[in-house]
């Protein structure tokens, strides 16, 4: 399951992005738009339910716990794509020792670990992650995801971000409370990790 929510994530992520001729007006509803029923995110759903399979889908016009992750995550993209001449958004991969580490894809928390290395962005950081890694609550987590990703927009950091893992992360976060606490543990294994 988290396989096809990853999967859906990265195919309207490439659509979005079009090979850098981007969907300028999806991206910039997106971006003013905080969940899915939103008026301004109805310029998405075209591309959107296309790349979400069908039993993921809503029957009942309330969003499901797949639709709400891809979502989220997506939006991050778009907030973090925002005047960016280069696709932010790449699936993680491990490298090798001849390529380039900006070409590589990384976790939201991996990103978060590398800024939380420079001593002016340590305190805002440490604040933000350990709200973040005390809560249960998905719209609070994705509102202090955004604040996050924000702060790595804003440090023009030139790193990619693997949106569909995070995707699957969010959507695991809402399985139970098992599930999250397995998400959370994995975000703060790659925050802290030396």
């Known amino acids: 399951m988290v396989y096809d929510i990853e999967k859906a994530t990265e195919c309207i992520i490439r659509q979005l992005y079009?090979?850098?001729e981007m969907d300028k007006a999806a991206l910039s509803a997106l971006r003013s738009s905080p969940t899915l029923d939103g008026n301004r995110a109805q310029k998405i759903w075209p591309v959107f339910f296309k790349n979400l399979n069908e039993k993921y889908l809503s029957q009942t016009g309330k969003a499901t716990?797949?639709?709400?992750?891809?979502?989220?995550?997506?939006r991050m993209y778009a907030l973090h794509q925002q005047a960016s001449n280069?696709?932010?958004?790449t699936r993680k991969k491990y490298s090798t020792?001849?390529?380039?580490?900006?070409?590589?894809?990384?976790?939201?928390?991996?990103?978060?670990?590398r800024l939380s290395k420079v001593e002016e962005f340590r305190v805002a950081l440490e604040r933000r992650v350990q709200a973040l890694l005390g809560t249960t609550n998905f719209t609070a987590i994705v509102?202090?995801?955004?604040?996050?990703m924000q702060i790595i927009k804003g440090k023009k950091t030139g790193v990619r971000v693997d949106y569909a893992r995070l995707a699957g992360n969010l959507y695991k976060f809402q399985l139970g409370y098992r599930k999250a606490n397995e998400v959370?543990?994995?975000w703060g294994e790659q925050y802290y990790r030396a």
């Not at 716990?65 to 979502?71: D, G, I, L, Q």
């Open 97 to 113: 020792a001849d390529e380039k580490e900006a070409e590589i894809g990384l976790e939201l928390f991996e990103v978060l670990n």
């Open 18 to 20: 079009n090979k850098g």
């Open 143 to 148: 509102d202090q995801l955004i604040h996050l």
């Open 65 to 74: 716990k797949a639709e709400k992750a891809v979502f989220a995550a997506v």
């Open 184 to 186: 959370r543990l994995h």
């Open 86 to 89: 280069y696709c932010v958004f």
